[in-house]
């Protein structure tokens, strides 16, 4: 399988459903690579249909993918091993995945705060220091 970065520090709340292309391009897989690991692990990732068969995919499909995804490609598991993976550890990955999902949300609001503190930085002339937590006025 082909390694692919997929986006970073994509917001899944931004929409409801979401095409498979557009999941192919979130994630870094390909469109048929996404159709037969719902083949794959029925269990795990559901996406909606509409009415003319089209996917449509929540952020928890989303998750579910990218969780399978960091087991093919990091840990190096074979479908089988990220079937047993699950079997073994049901609960245990779910909880993972919320922690990780929540340690996401912290670091996005992390940067944030570092965005907004460039900002103020670049527009005002103060610098943050780190040293002792003193601000020092940039010098021009």
Not at 19 to 48: N, Q, T
Request: charged share 35%; proline share 3%; net charge positive.
């Amino acid at each position: 399988m082909k390694k692919t970065p997929g986006r970073k520090n994509f917001d899944l709340s931004a929409k409801k459903y979401y095409s498979i292309g557009e999941v192919a391009e979130i994630v870094g897989l390909s469109v048929e690579v996404l159709r037969k690991w719902e083949r794959d692990f029925p269990s795990k990732i559901k996406p909606m249909r509409t009415k003319g068969d089209t996917r449509l995919y929540r952020s928890h499909d989303i998750e579910q993918i990218q969780m399978i995804k960091r087991m093919r490609e990091i840990e190096g598991r074979t479908i089988e091993g990220v079937h047993r993976a699950l079997s073994n550890n049901p609960g245990q990955e779910e909880v993972k995945q919320e922690v990780i999902g929540r340690l996401n949300a912290v670091r996005r609001q992390l940067q944030n705060i570092v965005d907004e503190l460039e900002t103020l930085q670049n527009n005002t002339g103060w610098n943050v220091g780190t040293k002792k937590d003193t601000i020092e006025e940039k010098s021009c």
